[in-house]
């Protein structure tokens, strides 16, 4: 038996697989909650996004550290992946700034004495044309729109006119990048597929697009150097390993995106398949072997040499989450209840007891806008006294996320993908709620699998440790250990 262990830095929680790759059985599951977060309300309330790197690193460990002691077996080789937008500064090692997360809105705020935000100032100084090619564009919460609002109010560090001194010492990271360097000793390094997170990367080349950084006024060399995918970063240090309980010198590979993680995770035959992931969030993804431009969709280089098609409508397990708060607003409001029981399961039974179209009523559950246009709220229509309840509200909800996923697929087809024939499903949002699979299915009219692994992530990035230390020839063949609990 060789085991690989993979680390998913996500969020909310931080998880820890140990896979056997003889048979893709997942030894140990472990998870942490991400509590590293030290934004104050009043700062939450601006829309800021802000972590402690070095915490998340502890607690990193700590997940780590408990995987490996319930493995009972040699551990070959480490996978990370995590959250791919939000960026942290690092000088000589260690951080200089807080990590400021993907969920950051900062560069929603006007610029001072101008009559745009940030996302279209930078729009505006990169000119016609000039996000083309970085697969998608710059949005808030990205590693080079964060740069840039720290250019533009103040942060010299960043800048292309930055002290030689200054610039030999600070460089953004993303946060898995940082857990490498912090296993290995050796980096930032990132690979394509965190790289493509920034949002100035040319994703055909694979390379830092430094015309556009430039007219942005970044220093081109405070972005990570870019490895291959899947290449070894370095070994595993002496500290890192007496920490762990492994043995120094473990190969540690570079940081892979989650988006890619969790699709080499989930789908074993990728030109035939679409993955939808529903948690918080939703995305839905689908491989090409070229480097298409689609409208509304994120071009993101995978971690096998092709590239994901990838639609993320800001929508999914939180539009859910936001039913759920009202109704216990209500319990708490009129009948005394106290707010805080978990109503989830009531609510599924309810919604699957409504029947399908929830007899006429719509929603269109796009609470916090959509990534064209964040200032779009969602929409009801279609009320009547027979539909209003909370069972058709719930099912409206679940049809109106699925539709909202359908329309990038459209979009994918649009842009002149061939059709798919199976519909992979996984996600916390689909394995608590087996209607919300369902509904997929009749919305894309395919038969659905759902992935047996419950860290969909975390297990692709021990596959892919599994292939950089040459366990496998090719992410083709790890993906033969992917395993479904629902047949075709």
């Known amino acids: 038996m060789a085991f690989y262990l993979g680390v998913d830095v996500g969020t909310t929680k931080i998880a820890a697989v140990v896979v056997d790759s003889s ?277 993101r280089p995978h971690v096998d040499g092709g590239f994901l098609l990838v639609g993320a409508p800001l929508c999914g397990g939180v539009s859910y989450a936001f039913l759920r708060d009202f109704l216990l607003t209500v319990g708490r409001s009129f009948f005394g209840a106290s707010g805080d029981e978990d109503i989830y399961e009531k609510m599924n039974s309810l919604a699957a007891a409504a029947p399908a179209g929830a007899d006429g009523l719509r929603c269109e559950p796009l609470f916090t806008g959509s990534r064209l246009d964040p200032q779009r709220r969602a929409s009801w229509n279609g009320m009547s006294p027979t539909n209003f309840t909370p069972g058709h509200f719930a099912r409206a909800i679940l049809e109106g996320v699925a539709e909202q996923v359908r329309l990038h697929y459209s979009d994918m087809l649009g842009g002149g993908m061939k059709p798919r024939r199976q519909l992979i499903c996984s996600g916390n949002g689909v394995r608590r709620n087996p209607l919300l699979s369902r509904i997929l299915s009749t919305v894309f009219q395919m038969p659905f699998r759902v992935t047996v692994s419950t860290e969909e992530a975390a297990f692709g990035a021990a596959l892919l440790a599994a292939v950089g230390s040459g366990e496998f020839a090719g992410l083709r063949d790890a993906a033969k250990l992917v395993a479904y609990s629902s047949p075709m």
Not at 117 to 136: E, K, P, S
């Open 23 to 299: 048979s893709g059985r997942e030894v140990v599951v472990k998870e942490v909650p991400n509590d590293t977060e030290t934004t104050s309300a009043a700062d939450k309330a601006r829309g800021r996004s802000e972590w402690d790197a070095a915490a998340s690193v502890k607690r990193t460990f700590e997940c780590i550290a408990a995987a490996v002691a319930g493995a009972r077996g040699e551990i070959k080789g480490i996978g990370v992946t995590g959250q791919m937008h939000g960026m942290v500064l690092l000088a000589n090692g260690s951080p200089v700034s807080p990590l400021i997360g993907w969920q950051d809105r900062r560069c929603q705020e006007m610029l001072p004495k101008r009559d745009v935000n940030y996302i279209d100032r930078m729009m505006q100084l990169a000119g016609v044309g000039g996000f083309a090619g970085t697969g998608c564009p710059p949005a808030t919460g990205y590693m080079a729109s964060t740069l840039f609002w720290l250019a533009q109010n103040g942060d010299a560090r960043v800048t292309k006119s930055a002290a030689g001194a200054t610039r030999d010492r600070v460089m953004a990271c993303f946060l898995p990048d940082y857990i490498v360097l912090r296993l290995t000793g050796r980096g930032p390094v990132t690979d394509p597929t965190d790289a493509a997170g920034a949002g100035v990367l040319d994703v055909a080349t694979g390379t830092w697009n430094s015309v556009l950084i430039s007219k942005l006024g970044l220093r081109t060399d405070i972005f990570p150097p870019i490895l291959k995918p899947g290449a070894v970063a370095g070994g595993l240090t002496a500290e890192a390993a007496k920490a762990l309980g492994l043995k120094e010198g473990i190969p540690v590979c570079v940081a892979c995106g989650d988006n890619q993680a969790g699709f080499a995770g989930s789908v074993a035959d990728p030109p035939e398949s679409i993955l939808v992931n529903i948690g918080t969030g939703a995305q839905v993804s689908a491989w090409v072997s070229g480097c298409p431009s689609a409208e509304n969709l994120d071009t």
